[in-house]
């Protein structure tokens, strides 16, 4: 067994390990090194394994994902096959969450899941290391369906589901099962024996995290393989055209995001894991550009990306309705995996930022406060309240219920929720040879070794609910290190206090404050980012929204809720009065606890538009009296946890 399996062999136990460190310029650090020890990401945390994993285990079974594989080697009485063709894959990314967190804490009952789950792949996994429940059940020939066939999406989630039972536990038995299966694509298709590739990427990015952590190179070949023959149109073009399997120009020369937006995002982190290890800034010049564009041009507030229910796509640059948007939680996942990469690549706050308005808002939302309801589709307005989502039962994933389903058919977003709470604290700080970057504010504990001796750290905040963020140095080296913390970009004002002096608290070019220093045992660091609510304004050209204004607080994106509205307050014709008052109303029994806000709006009658058209003459318009209102906001993570309602981030300001 390679010795970077085992968890305490260095290798840190994190989803993206760069081999070699001369293409990054932040080094990440594992599960094990960085301790969530509470607030809002630590009950999300527990919860995830109480509630969400259980949950999650109970619905894979019932669906038929283990009995899919199970079947393979039954010798009597074999079910048929049930639900999508890549139901493999919401297994591998359920046991790859339950991986993690066993990084985070012990669990016997997790470790029998995991026991058994492996035993199952062993079995049904052939000779020549080939596994693929749909193909082996007699359904299609072996990769003869790439572009929908989703066999390579599997093996991608089962690898990454492998090295991360192998680095949290050391254990090596599914590492081992999809390593077989990796050696079978390399045998398939490795050296151009085939210039083609799965239309769903994700196999790019779990090869080299495969050979960052097995050291074999042709797997690092093989992704780079992969990313070199797409964009030629080898796919062909499906039902939505190339561009869906971002096939119809390669990366290193694509401008922007397009077509599908998990996958289009997949790829993203796929090849800039391949930068990382060969450094051909090509990629990474590709990937900036690429991710420039997308929250310019494409992403919505609460960082959802892909508007278009047709083919899953991103829109046109600006095409950002809030209504009928579809804002996947895979592809918010997505573009988080895709840029923490790029900030590990540079450095930069700024993607930081991004990740944080994401996991704040569109991946928070994607969970009911049980822990046992989905979304699929995270729309930022509904007009009507929607039928709530069927009890028990699941309902197709282009349905957006008015509340959280327990599963969906296509079951992908779940237990992709499961693997990202799991592994969360290795997005929240990184290292380098000059010391630790604090990126995500979170109550955590965390051991750094560095070159200079241990860093011990512990932060002690109420973020998001403050900004008031505590460092305490808990153990240090002799030698001088730098200790940096990123100054959000919605944040102004912030202060900061080093061991009783302040410090100037200006964000450097980076987007951080720095303060090298001799750190000592029981020296205190206090970052205050002050969180008044704000009003937050759209490009003018997301028609949609133009005149309209969003509430924020912290990194904490806003909506109303037709539920703490007054009653006939229709949220159809609400509106937000410019310079009118902003309170921050602490709401301990409202959802669980948190921080509603009250807004001076109005309401304006359109009862003069009865049995009229649906437009008129400009200045023949009926008039619209208004009246004045109080309007209640709730953080937008928090909707739809009450039974159908309607809701809206967006809200028109007017001056009259
Ligand atoms: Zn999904």
């Excluded at 080697?73 to 297994?91: C, E, H, K």
């Excluded at 309902?395 to 499961?418: E, H, K, Q, V, Y």
Aim: proline share 6%.
């Amino acid at each position: 067994m390679n010795t970077s399996t085992t968890p305490n062999s260095g290798v840190p136990a994190a989803p993206c390990v760069p081999r070699t460190s001369d293409h990054m310029a932040l080094a990440p650090l594992a599960i094990s090194q960085v301790e969530i020890t509470g607030g809002f990401w630590g009950r999300w945390q527990d919860r995830n394994r109480s509630v969400t994993m259980p949950h999650s285990m109970k619905w894979l079974e019932r669906d038929g994902a283990l009995d899919n594989l199970r079947r393979l080697f039954a010798t009597d009485g074999a079910p048929a096959r049930r639900g999508m063709r890549f139901s493999d894959s919401d297994l591998y990314k359920a046991l790859e969450g339950i991986a993690w967190d066993l990084g985070r804490q012990p669990s016997s009952e997790l470790e029998a899941i995991l026991d058994e789950a492996v035993q199952v792949l062993e079995k049904a996994q052939l000779d020549d290391g080939y596994l693929n429940s749909w193909v082996q059940a007699g359904e299609a020939e072996r990769f003869a369906d790439l572009p929908h066939g989703h066999e390579m999406y599997c093996a991608g989630h089962l690898i990454q589901a492998g090295v991360a039972h192998a680095r949290t536990t050391g254990r090596p038995e599914l590492l081992a099962v999809a390593r077989r299966l990796a050696d079978n694509l390399v045998r398939e298709f490795g050296d151009r024996r085939r210039v083609d590739v799965d239309g769903h990427p994700e196999i790019e990015t779990a090869l080299v995290e495969l050979y960052r952590h097995t050291g074999e190179r042709s797997y690092l070949d093989l992704a780079t393989q992969f990313i070199d023959v797409r964009g030629y149109g080898v796919i062909g073009k499906g039902d939505f055209g190339s561009a869906y399997f971002q096939d119809e120009v390669p990366v290193r020369e694509q401008d922007t995001v397009v077509g599908h937006s998990v996958r289009a995002l997949y790829l993203l982190a796929g090849f800039l894991d391949v930068y990382l290890e060969t450094g051909e800034t090509v990629l990474l010049e590709a990937a900036e550009r690429q991710w420039s564009s997308m929250v310019a041009e494409k992403t919505y507030l609460t960082g959802a990306v892909g508007s278009r229910f047709e083919g899953e796509a991103f829109g046109d640059p600006f095409e950002l309705p809030p209504d009928l948007i579809y804002g996947e939680t895979c592809a918010g996942i997505a573009s988080v995996m895709a840029t923490w990469r790029l900030l590990l690549a540079t450095g930069e706050g700024k993607y930081a930022d991004l990740i944080e308005r994401t996991l704040h808002n569109l991946f928070a939302a994607s969970t009911n406060t049980a822990g046992d309801g989905f979304f699929y589709v995270n729309p930022v307005q509904r007009r009507q309240p929607w039928a709530p989502a069927p009890e028990d039962t699941k309902p197709l994933r282009s349905d957006a219920p008015g509340t959280r389903p327990a599963w969906f058919d296509c079951a992908c977003c779940p237990p992709n929720i499961m693997r990202t709470v799991a592994s969360l604290s290795t997005y929240l700080a990184t290292a380098d040879a000059a010391g630790v970057q604090l990126h995500l504010y979170a109550p955590t504990a965390m051991t750094v070794p560095m070159n200079q001796g241990t860093v011990r750290l512990t932060v002690e905040t109420e973020y998001p609910t403050d900004g008031v963020v505590t460092v305490r140095v808990q153990e240090a080296p002799e030698q001088p290190w730098t200790l940096s913390l990123r100054i959000p970009a919605w944040a102004r004002g912030a202060t900061l206090e080093v061991a009783g002096e302040h410090h100037e608290a200006i964000p450097d070019a980076l987007g951080y404050v720095r303060v090298e220093r001799t750190w000592t045992v029981g020296d205190v660091v206090r970052l205050e980012l002050p969180m008044p609510v704000r009003l937050t304004v759209a490009h003018p050209a997301v028609d949609a929204v133009r005149g309209s204004v969003a509430i924020e607080r912290g990194p904490v994106t806003y909506c109303l809720e037709s539920h703490d509205q007054a009653d006939g307050v229709d949220l159809d014709h609400v509106e937000l009065v410019s310079g009118g008052a902003l309170r921050v109303v602490p709401s301990d029994d409202l959802l669980g606890g948190t921080l509603a806000i009250e807004a001076d709006g109005l309401v304006r009658d359109d009862s003069g538009w009865a049995g009229h058209a649906g437009w008129a003459t400009l200045g023949e318009e009926p008039t619209a009296p208004a009246r004045k209102v109080t309007l209640t906001a709730i953080p937008y993570y928090l909707w739809a946890n009450r039974g159908p309602s309607a809701m809206r981030v967006w809200v028109p300001l007017t001056t009259s």
